[in-house]
């Protein structure tokens, strides 16, 4: 069990097994799920590719009031939209749902393997998620790299320049 803050982490989810999952299908998409083609500035698979390694590392469906599921031809808003899974995952980490939930932290040196980062921009929309895969060390920290969908890529900067803000996201499963 793990403190951050005000609240301990007990913790179902195995970021070995979504890290896995990502770096096996992030530049060849997983076809057995739909791929979601970006269209113009906006859309594309970036969150449909984290739920699935979400899935992948232990994370239930939930079907109740913050639903994130995927089931043959449909699925949850959350499940494919970046925003909804931003807020999906932060409502059901206040309201203290069982099942999959995530917790905002400050930084980057809280991040481990299978952890999440969202990223916004200067309309302050979540546009886009990307999966901790791997970590550098650059002038002594520990630097996540990610793995993402839409532009397909495996173990690049987390860095976005058009992101105004990025969103550190510390997945529990409980």
């Known amino acids: 069990m793990e403190y951050y803050g005000n609240f301990y982490k007990v913790n179902?989810?195995?970021?070995?097994?979504?890290?896995?999952?990502?770096?096996?299908?992030?530049?060849?998409?997983?076809?057995?799920?739909?791929?979601?083609?970006?269209?113009?500035?906006g859309g594309g698979n970036c969150s449909n590719f984290v739920s699935?390694?979400?899935?992948?590392?232990?994370?239930?469906?939930a079907y109740d009031s913050s639903p994130w599921w995927y089931k043959g031809n449909t699925w949850s808003v959350s499940w494919a939209v970046a925003h909804a899974l931003y807020w999906t995952l932060?409502?059901?980490?206040?309201?203290?749902?069982?099942?999959?939930?995530?917790?905002?932290?400050?930084?980057?040196?809280?991040?481990?393997l299978g952890d999440l980062i969202q990223y916004e921009d200067y309309k302050?929309?979540?546009?886009?998620?990307?999966?901790?895969?791997a970590f550098t060390i650059d002038r002594g920290i520990k630097v996540p790299l990610i793995s993402q969908n839409t532009y397909n890529a495996r173990n690049i900067s987390y860095i976005k320049p058009k992101a105004k803000k990025t969103h550190f996201m510390k997945i529990v499963v409980s």
């Open 12 to 41: 179902g989810y195995n970021g070995e097994n979504a890290v896995r999952y990502a770096l096996t299908y992030a530049l060849n998409p997983n076809p057995e799920y739909k791929y979601f083609s970006s269209h113009g500035e």
């Open 124 to 133: 302050e929309i979540i546009y886009h998620s990307a999966i901790v895969t």
């Open 90 to 112: 932060k409502v059901r980490a206040k309201k203290k749902m069982k099942g999959l939930k995530a917790f905002e932290v400050p930084s980057i040196e809280s991040l481990s």
């Open 52 to 61: 699935q390694c979400l899935k992948a590392g232990g994370a239930p469906f």
